[in-house]
């Protein structure tokens, strides 16, 4: 299953809000709430930041957030800090399987 | 602390064979669903198989149906990735996953640090 589009690259400076959307379908994004994000640092694994659409895992502040409508889900990141710089990855639940996003890079200009 | 570590990842001609395993750490793997995700040099995550808390049902992606098979043994805390028939594009990152919902749903809670396969003639 191709992975679900993704901004390639979003930016913003210090202090500003960002958002990433995940567009999805029917059978993915649109069938449940079983939307998570990651982030994913230069050689690390990946991390869960947000999982069942808006649920934020143990230790992520409560700046990021998410959300979803329709087919569309959406991780936006308040307070931009400089550690945020990083790439960000939706997931959702297909079924039997879960489809990632290609991914989107976030600079911290 | 929960840990998955992964090994096995190597240098493989294509056509070759490779077994890729996962040992858990601090907690019990019989409680959930696994994953393996990979992840290709500079491209993103791609989830390759899961696998049940007790290893009744499994999910292969299409791209490596018949060719990779996931399985597991609970008694030894271990997730097992066989890959045969390697190809170039499967040359890969691959992570052991662990997910946190009871159904598998994708709450992909615990990642090992990876394991590299390159496969190169």
């Known amino acids: 299953q191709s992975a679900l589009p993704q901004p390639r690259s979003v930016s913003g400076s210090p202090g500003q809000s960002v958002t990433i959307s995940c567009t999805g379908t029917?059978?993915?994004?649109?069938?449940?709430?079983?939307v998570s994000w990651y982030q994913q640092r230069p050689g690390k694994a990946p991390k869960l930041l947000i999982f069942?659409?808006?649920k934020r895992a143990s230790g992520v502040p409560a700046r990021l957030s998410g959300s979803k409508s329709d087919n569309t889900a959406s991780l936006t990141i308040s307070g931009l800090q400089a550690e945020d710089e990083a790439d960000y990855y939706c997931?959702?639940?297909?079924?039997?399987?879960?489809?990632f996003g290609g991914g989107t890079k976030l600079t911290v200009l | 602390e929960e840990q998955l570590v992964e090994s096995g990842g190597t240098l493989v001609q294509p056509g070759g064979s490779l077994r890729l395993s996962c040992v858990a750490s601090e907690f019990s793997l019989s409680h959930y669903w696994m994953r393996w995700v990979r992840q290709a040099p500079g491209k993103g995550l791609e989830g390759v198989a899961n696998?049940?808390?007790?290893?009744?049902?499994?999910?292969?992606v299409d791209s490596v149906k018949g060719r990779f098979y996931i399985s597991r043994d609970n008694d030894k805390n271990s997730l097992f990735l066989q890959m045969d028939n390697l190809r170039v594009d499967d040359t890969a990152v691959y992570y052991c996953v662990r997910d946190r919902n009871y159904f598998g749903s994708g709450r992909m809670d615990v990642w090992g640090p990876g394991t590299t396969v390159t496969v190169s003639s």
């Open positions: 069942d659409v808006y």
């Open positions: 997931s959702a639940f297909a079924g039997t399987h879960v489809v």
């Open positions: 696998i049940k808390q007790d290893g009744s049902e499994k999910y292969h």
């Open positions: 029917s059978t993915d994004i649109g069938a449940n709430n079983f």
